[in-house]
């Protein structure tokens, strides 16, 4: 298994069919005069590998975390689900994690956003994805 992409976006929307669909992708430098600035954001993680580690009833924890420039903790959500068996047995396995946060920034700089996916307690995969915050220029 493995992380095979992470989207930062601004907001998300499911379709009829529960399709997802990603609003504010690549918006990942904000500028703005003021502070502090109230922000929302999604982080959408996409795990996939083979069908048999894809085994029904695995345990999967996604955690997502959220830094100041200083190293404050704005936001740390976990959530947990177990796999549901694959439908299909001769594609690849995929799942599909999304978790929304609200926080507020306090300063200019980098926010990193972590983000660690754990497989029964025992497989870990992360990735950081980055948000600035910058004044504009003059």
Same mark, same amino acid.
């Given at each position: ?7 930062? /976006?601004? =907001?998300? /929307?499911?379709?009829?069919?529960? /399709? ?8 990942n430098?904000i500028?703005?005069s ?11 993680v ?5 069908? +048999? #580690?894809?085994? &029904? $009833?695995r ?5 997502? %975390? ?5 190293? +404050?903790?704005l936001? $740390?959500?976990s959530?947990?689900? %177990?796999?549901?068996?694959l439908?299909?047995? *001769? ?6 994690l999304? =978790?929304e946060? *609200?926080?507020? =920034?306090? &300063?200019?700089g980098k926010?990193?956003?972590?983000t660690?996916? %754990?497989? *029964?307690?025992h497989?870990?995969?992360?990735? #950081?994805?980055?948000l600035?915050?910058? #004044?504009p220029s003059?």
């Amino acid at each position: 298994m493995k992380i095979s992409s992470a989207i930062l /976006a601004e =907001a998300f /929307a499911r379709d009829s069919r529960n /399709a997802l669909t990603l609003v504010g992708v690549g918006q990942n430098v904000i500028l703005t005069s003021k502070l502090p600035l109230q922000l929302r954001r999604v982080v959408f993680v996409q795990v996939t590998g083979d069908v +048999d #580690e894809f085994k &029904e $009833d695995r345990l999967v924890t996604f955690t997502l %975390n959220v830094t100041s420039p200083s190293g +404050d903790v704005l936001t $740390d959500i976990s959530s947990q689900a %177990n796999i549901s068996s694959l439908p299909w047995s *001769d594609i690849p396995g995929s799942l599909d994690l999304l =978790a929304e946060t *609200d926080f507020t =920034a306090k &300063e200019y700089g980098k926010y990193p956003l972590k983000t660690l996916v %754990n497989m *029964d307690e025992h497989q870990e995969f992360d990735i #950081e994805l980055t948000l600035y915050i910058k #004044e504009p220029s003059p």
